[in-house]
């Protein structure tokens, strides 16, 4: 290959160590004059082509300083996950490879890996053998592949052919949602044709999650949606009862476990996905919990037929095989072959790392708290997981708190609102942070704590 290609690869590994390098010693979040750089991209769309180092160097110089710490130990907001070592290198080799995983002929090693990773899926999260995986860019993604299949096998169980007759003269399904439902849920029922009055939510308790006496009437033809890890505070439903009463109905159970589903993994954090395996469906993300990096979501079905007579398609120019093929699983064709990725984490961490991974995210978040709360914050939900919320006095002082927070960017995190109370929301979810890292950003809660009133 052409020495020009080479170098401009040496030179993006070069970009990539420095940044690697440097991260421990970056702010979690740009500081302004690296964003009002930003500008320097504002440009007219150039006429000629010009050299692939100088477009690069742009990019690195302009762009690296822009990012919010993602991949560091002090990045607490939202629920991103980082990114580790063995994700990132596979993800190298596997965008060089540049495989289409939507046909077997088109790449046999992604066909592969696939395969191995729904096996290996099936048997960490302990479902039945003849569940199906498939890999998608995320969990909104997974959630729409797993309801489209939840609604199209109700169908089928009334006798109504969904394929052959559509949305307008269907039967009625009985969704049921918690009160705290993430809005990735209420989009995917939104496209899948359910419109809220087709909808009945679940009252939940203080700390987000569904109370089971409270649980709208179930039968069987309810699609209930239930949460393994509230996107604010990180409860789980009750998923043991709430699958004991749906499932005496016949009804469909989804488990949106986006982050939360990987308590499965681990001997300590198990409990709270107790009796999931009582579930039909499954939504959740490497890109989470397991830092696999972007984008990495995963629909799991415990019905592999239902899973692929909704998703898969034929056309005369695809050639299926006895293989697995990628497409009959998920809604793209074309895509990133994560399963290589997906692999080669399972392959490195193994269940007892993968159970490492989980516990030392549950410790620090443990530890974040507590020690949050000896500088004085007020815990609103506790730290189950790896998520929680918490408050000060009033919520004048926790807003000015968190921008206080915000600016110095020694750390990020961001805010809620719970039970319509302003709040400050935490996530512990990368591999990299360390004791040394909550102790940094604990000094700046201190400080912030007794800067207001
Ligand atoms: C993040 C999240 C989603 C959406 O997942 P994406 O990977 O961002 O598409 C859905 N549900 C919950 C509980 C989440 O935390």
């Not at 596979?90 to 077997?104: K, P, V």
């Not at 990725?341 to 620090?364: A, H, M, P, R, T």
Request: with cysteine; glycine share 6%; aromatic share 8%.
């Amino acid at each position: 290959m052409d020495k020009q290609y080479l170098d401009l690869m040496e030179k993006a590994k070069q970009y990539s160590t420095h940044y690697i390098n440097n991260i421990h010693n970056m702010s979690a979040f740009p500081d302004e004059l690296s964003i009002q750089n930003l500008s320097i991209f504002d440009e007219n769309l150039p006429n000629q082509s010009s050299n692939m180092q100088d477009v690069l160097k742009l990019l690195y110089e302009n762009g690296a300083t822009a990012t919010s710490a993602c991949i560091g130990g002090r990045y607490f907001g939202f629920v991103t996950g980082g990114l580790l070592p063995i994700a990132h290198a596979s993800q190298w080799i596997t965008d060089t490879w540049n495989q289409n995983n939507a046909l077997y002929v088109m790449s046999p090693i992604s066909s592969k890996l696939e395969s191995i990773c729904e096996k290996w899926i099936i048997e960490l999260f302990k479902l039945n053998k003849n569940s199906a995986i498939g890999l998608v860019t995320g969990s909104s993604n997974a959630i729409i592949c797993a309801l489209a299949t939840a609604r199209n096998h109700i169908y089928k169980k009334q006798g109504y052919d969904f394929v052959q007759n559509g949305m307008r003269n269907a039967p009625k399904i009985n969704v049921v949602i918690s009160e705290q439902a993430h809005v990735s849920v209420k989009t995917a029922l939104t496209l899948l044709g359910f419109g809220k009055n087709d909808i009945q939510i679940a009252p939940v308790d203080e700390f987000g999650a569904i109370i089971p006496d409270k649980l709208p009437e179930i039968d069987s033809n309810t699609l209930l949606i239930l949460q393994a890890g509230n996107v604010n505070g990180g409860s789980f439903d009750p998923i043991n009862t709430l699958c004991d009463i749906a499932k005496e109905k016949g009804a469909w159970v989804h488990i949106d476990g986006a982050f939360g589903l990987w308590a499965r993994t681990s001997k300590k954090q198990k409990y709270l996905v107790e009796g999931m395996e009582k579930a039909d469906s499954f939504s959740t993300d490497a890109h989470k919990t397991l830092n696999a990096g972007y984008d990495c979501g995963i629909v799991i079905c415990s019905d592999k037929e239902a899973l692929t007579d909704t998703l898969s398609s034929r056309g005369e120019y695809l050639q299926p095989s006895e293989n697995r093929d990628g497409m009959n699983y998920v809604t793209e064709m074309s895509r990133k072959s994560r399963g290589i990725i997906l692999w080669s984490i399972l392959k490195q961490l193994g269940k007892q790392g993968i159970e490492d991974l989980i516990d030392k995210l549950c410790e620090n978040t443990k530890y974040f708290a507590e020690k949050l709360e000896e500088i004085g914050y007020t815990i609103v939900t506790p730290p189950t997981f790896n998520q929680f919320i918490i408050k000060a006095q009033n919520p004048n002082k926790t807003e000015n708190i968190l921008n206080h927070i915000q600016k110095s960017k020694v750390c990020w995190c961001g805010n809620s609102i719970w039970n319509k109370e302003f709040v400050i929301r935490l996530s512990v979810c990368s591999h990299s942070t360390t004791k040394s890292d909550i102790d940094k950003s604990l000094e700046i809660f201190k400080e912030a704590f007794e800067t207001y009133k």
